[in-house]
């Protein structure tokens, strides 16, 4: 693990942020795109992803969350990205994508992402919309 802001912890051991699942749950449960995401698929999904987590050193619980689905070859896709909205405002967030788009394991890959609301946070680490050639099937 490592210390970031003094108060808070991050880690990518998937071991240990899967003991935390409840908590992600709660996490996801702000959200507008996975409010409504039942524990067992947020295990499951956790389960094929890289996961990257935020802990609040004090409570010992995740206030932030985002995975990342890979082939480890060629290409990324960052997904529930989240910080609890008790803790926003304080670069978390940032520091997740900085810490995803640094990470080692995806050097050289082409990343993708989609986002209704947080293309300013995004455009930061290089992410732009690419709209003309993305396809996408809903459930």
């Known amino acids: 693990m490592q210390t970031i802001f003094e108060q808070y912890q991050m ?12 908590d992600i749950k709660a996490l996801l449960s702000q959200s507008y795109w996975a409010k409504e995401r039942t524990l067992e698929k947020i295990e499951k999904s956790m389960e094929q992803s890289l996961c990257f987590a935020v802990f609040d050193m004090e409570s010992n619980q995740i206030i932030g969350f985002a995975r990342v689905v890979t082939d480890y070859a060629t290409m990324y896709y960052i997904c529930d990205v989240i910080v ?56």
């Open 11 to 22: 880690t990518d051991d998937k071991e240990l942020i899967k003991e935390h699942s409840k």
């Open 84 to 139: 609890d909205e008790r803790h926003r405002g304080k670069q978390i967030g940032k520091t997740l994508v900085n810490w995803i788009v640094t990470e080692e394991k995806l050097k050289g890959m082409y990343g993708m992402l989609l986002t209704s609301d947080a293309q300013g946070l995004y455009s930061q680490y290089g992410f732009s919309e690419y709209q003309q050639s993305c396809m996408c099937k809903f459930k």
